[in-house]
């Protein structure tokens, strides 16, 4: 079923969404931009008092209470700002309307850079005592101990101005990586499966390398890494230079190390990174059961890393109108209850989700939205199984969204990334497992059974190798050594041999691969997917067993927003990360879900 892109003029507005949810109309954002900007002059006041903000707790709660109000404004016009654009970047208006809203940002960001550093010359217990005498102020109460927590990290105000000043600096190897590889980087031509010559890039190597021919994987594979191979040295250099900065920046605000200063925002231990990457090392038996299913599937003598990622299912692939994936979608996630339900039908029923693609919208899809806005979600539906599990996906993070904003105070509601793919992947998994039980054609199956499969390659076992590479360079760097093209090829070269293990040719070009990789340049992001997996696999399982009351500790697990740390909230759902069994659940079904596979394709 293939969708023509079209102009959006020519949509149909029920499949669009309806942003005059936010504001009636251009006028209206305006008028909110223009009281942001008298609002703005008032932090100045503030910032001329000094010590005194923190002498007198009705003048603090003025100040932080300005601080919230503006903030909760600009987040509105923001939204409407960025949602009306990603419809149609090639509009003049909302391309103006964004760059306001993003100096907006920018200002707001200036002016209560003071805040932190006055508030922390004082102490959360003397905070609390104001309590008392504005009542008020206690809402703010999780964000006042947000920043006592960091009071040992934080550095002075002339200090903090200083590394504020070098953020620029900072960011010179992320950016310079993502001009040479976005930009900078051409690769040779490859002839594809009508053996016509095309030019390589970063974008559409993706379609070459999953190709039924042979020859246009390999040689789109050998393309690739020769290419990076000639600029290995320059990657090295933007690597060693992005590691080397947080590593110094760790030392300076008095972490132990970079890893702790990542995993501190969300007052995580390294003990959950950790157990991640132990308990994946340690049931690495069932990937390679994959590989070996991946090989006799294929039919291959050797499975070489350019085999990884063919699909194992050859018959096309069954078409889905965007009316069968909404129904297929709320028939699955009715397990969660009559209400869980009834609000998920009003992303359908208010035009939250803008659904088809059109010329100038954004590619790809998310979930976005403020405190008082809907959470929309932007679509490129195209009628195949991945649209239908894409719409599960972003009403997960849309469900999740609407109750934290229901149930939390606007300082509260945003819930931290950590759990951000929960229940996205909740919705997702419950979509597979119903499509599953319900089907009654093979392919269908078949094709599902592949797309799991696929799910916990890439997000259990790659992730976690890309984690634990993280994990090793910076503690190299940490120990004094540089970060040569030598030792970091080398280093992930052995990780590839550790998870492809002895029935994948590990090909020496993947030495390479590391160069493509720009989460590397995240921080000690990567291991949140699997995490959040592996926490989605363990929800999943308790929900479909029929646990007594278990659905109801999950959506109130959904409520929870920002009242507590992540680690903490995935408690009310029963979800210990510390835990090696959460990990273990989501490995398991991975192995269930091979020998499914293997059953249904031999019958």
């Given at each position: 079923?293939?969708i023509?892109?079209?102009?959006?003029?020519?949509?149909?507005n029920?499949?669009?969404?309806?942003?005059?949810?936010?504001?009636?109309?251009?006028?209206?954002?305006?008028?909110?931009?223009?009281?942001i900007?008298t609002?703005?002059?008032?932090?100045?006041?503030?910032?001329?008092?000094?010590?005194?903000?923190?002498?007198?707790?009705?003048?603090?709660?003025?100040?932080?209470?300005?601080?919230?109000?503006?903030?909760?404004?600009?987040?509105?016009?923001?939204?409407?700002?960025?949602?009306?654009?990603?419809?149609?970047?090639s509009?003049?208006?909302?391309?103006?309307?964004?760059?306001?809203?993003?100096?907006?940002?920018?200002?707001?960001?200036?002016?209560?850079?003071?805040?932190?550093?006055?508030?922390?010359?004082?102490?959360?217990?003397?905070?609390?005592?104001?309590?008392?005498?504005?009542?008020?102020?206690?809402?703010?109460?999780?964000?006042?101990?947000?920043?006592?927590?960091?009071?040992?990290?934080?550095?002075?105000?002339?200090?903090?101005?200083?590394?504020?000043?070098?953020?620029n600096?900072?960011?010179?190897?992320?950016?310079?990586?993502?001009?040479?590889?976005?930009?900078?980087?051409?690769?040779d031509?490859?002839?594809?499966?009508?053996?016509?010559?095309?030019?390589?890039?970063?974008?559409?190597?993706?379609?070459?390398?999953?190709?039924?021919?042979?020859?246009?994987?390999?040689?789109?594979?050998?393309?690739?890494?020769?290419?990076?191979?000639?600029?290995?040295?320059?990657?090295?250099?933007?690597?060693?230079?992005?590691?080397?900065?947080?590593?110094?920046?760790?030392?300076?605000?008095?972490h132990?190390?970079?890893?702790?200063?990542?995993?501190?925002?969300?007052n995580?231990?390294?003990?959950?990174?950790?157990?991640?990457?132990?308990?994946?090392?340690?049931?690495?038996?069932?990937?390679?059961?994959?590989?070996?299913?991946?090989?006799?599937?294929?039919?291959?003598?050797?499975?070489?890393?350019?085999?990884?990622?063919v699909?194992?299912?050859?018959?096309?692939?069954?078409?889905?109108?965007?009316?069968?994936?909404?129904?297929?979608?709320?028939?699955?996630?009715?397990?969660?209850?009559?209400?869980?339900?009834?609000?998920?039908?009003?992303?359908?029923?208010?035009?939250?989700?803008?659904?088809?693609?059109?010329?100038?919208?954004?590619?790809?899809?998310?979930?976005s939205?403020?405190?008082?806005?809907?959470?929309?979600?932007?679509?490129?539906?195209?009628?195949?199984?991945?649209?239908?599990?894409?719409?599960?996906?972003?009403?997960?993070?849309?469900?999740?969204?609407?109750?934290?904003?229901?149930?939390?105070?606007?300082?509260?509601?945003?819930?931290?990334?950590?759990?951000?793919?929960?229940?996205?992947?909740?919705?997702e998994?419950?979509?597979?497992?119903?499509?599953?039980?319900?089907?009654?054609?093979?392919?269908?199956?078949?094709a599902?059974?592949?797309?799991?499969?696929?799910?916990?390659?890439?997000?259990?076992?790659?992730?976690?190798?890309?984690?634990?590479?993280?994990?090793?360079?910076?503690?190299?760097?940490?120990?004094?050594?540089?970060?040569?093209?030598?030792?970091?090829?080398?280093?992930?070269y052995e990780?590839?041999?550790?998870?492809?293990g002895n029935?994948?040719?590990?090909?020496?070009?993947?030495?390479?691969e590391?160069?493509?990789?720009?989460?590397?340049?995240?921080?000690?992001?990567?291991?949140?997917?699997?995490?959040?997996?592996?926490?989605?696999?363990?929800?999943?399982?308790?929900?479909?067993s029929?646990?007594?009351?278990?659905?109801?500790?999950?959506?109130?697990?959904?409520?929870?927003?920002?009242?507590?740390?992540?680690?903490?909230?995935?408690?009310?759902?029963?979800?210990?990360m510390?835990?090696?069994?959460?990990?273990?659940?989501?490995?398991?079904?991975?192995?269930?879900?091979?020998?499914?596979?293997?059953?249904?394709?031999?019958?």
């Open positions: 079923m293939a023509l892109e079209q102009n959006r003029e020519q949509i149909d029920k499949y669009k969404w309806d942003l005059s949810l936010i504001y009636n109309d251009d006028k209206e954002c305006e008028q909110d931009f223009d009281v900007v609002l703005l002059p008032k932090f100045n006041e503030f910032k001329k008092l000094k010590s005194k903000v923190i002498e007198d707790a009705k003048v603090l709660y003025e100040l932080v209470h300005l601080y919230f109000e503006v903030g909760r404004k600009l987040e509105k016009l923001y939204m409407y700002a960025h949602l009306n654009y990603d419809a149609d970047t509009n003049n208006s909302y391309q103006t309307l964004m760059g306001k809203a993003n100096n907006l940002y920018k200002e707001f960001g200036e002016v209560t850079t003071f805040i932190i550093p006055i508030l922390i010359k004082s102490d959360y217990n003397k905070i609390k005592e104001y309590y008392k005498e504005v009542e008020s102020l206690k809402e703010y109460d999780n964000y006042f101990k947000e920043v006592f927590r960091f009071k040992d990290h934080t550095l002075s105000e002339k200090e903090e101005k200083i590394i504020s000043s070098m953020n600096v900072f960011e010179v190897p992320s950016k310079t990586y993502s001009l040479l590889t976005d930009t900078d980087l051409t690769f031509n490859i002839k594809d499966e009508n053996d016509k010559e095309v030019e390589l890039t970063n974008s559409n190597y993706n379609k070459y390398i999953v190709s039924k021919n042979r020859d246009v994987r390999i040689n789109a594979f050998n393309t690739m890494y020769k290419t990076y191979q000639n600029f290995i040295n320059t990657m090295s250099s933007t690597l060693y230079g992005e590691v080397d900065s947080n590593v110094n920046i760790a030392k300076i605000r008095k132990p190390s970079a890893i702790d200063m990542a995993l501190y925002g969300d995580i231990d390294k003990s959950v990174y950790n157990n991640l990457i132990d308990t994946v090392s340690n049931n690495l038996d069932k990937l390679f059961k994959y590989y070996r299913l991946r090989k006799d599937i294929l039919g291959l003598d050797e499975l070489h890393l350019y085999d990884i990622y699909d194992l299912i050859s018959e096309k692939e069954k078409d889905y109108s965007f009316e069968d994936g909404k129904q297929l979608v709320i028939n699955a996630l009715s397990i969660l209850g009559e209400d869980y339900v009834n609000d998920l039908k009003q992303a359908f029923d208010e035009k939250w989700i803008d659904i088809y693609s059109s010329k100038g919208k954004r590619s790809g899809a998310y979930s939205g403020g405190y008082d806005t809907k959470p929309y979600i932007l679509l490129n539906y195209q009628g195949k199984l991945n649209d239908v599990s894409t719409l599960a996906h972003e009403l997960g993070h849309s469900l999740h969204s609407y109750y934290s904003v229901n149930n939390n105070n606007y300082p509260d509601y945003q819930y931290s990334i950590f759990v951000a793919e929960v229940a996205s992947t909740v919705n998994l419950l979509l597979y497992k119903y499509m599953l039980k319900e089907s009654k054609d093979k392919n269908e199956q078949l599902i059974l592949n797309k799991l499969l696929e799910l916990f390659k890439g997000t259990i076992f790659r992730q976690t190798m890309f984690a634990e590479y993280e994990k090793e360079i910076y503690e190299r760097c940490e120990k004094g050594d540089i970060l040569t093209e030598e030792l970091l090829s080398n280093i992930y990780l590839n041999k550790k998870y492809f029935d994948v040719v590990v090909d020496e070009q993947i030495k390479y590391w160069a493509r990789i720009p989460h590397f340049y995240y921080f000690f992001y990567v291991y949140k997917y699997a995490t959040g997996l592996s926490a989605a696999c363990y929800i999943v399982n308790n929900i479909l029929g646990k007594e009351g278990y659905v109801e500790k999950y959506l109130e697990f959904l409520k929870s927003g920002s009242r507590d740390y992540p680690i903490e909230l995935l408690k009310i759902a029963d979800v210990d510390n835990n090696p069994k959460v990990v273990e659940s989501a490995i398991n079904m991975f192995d269930e879900t091979i020998d499914e596979f293997i059953k249904l394709y031999n019958s």
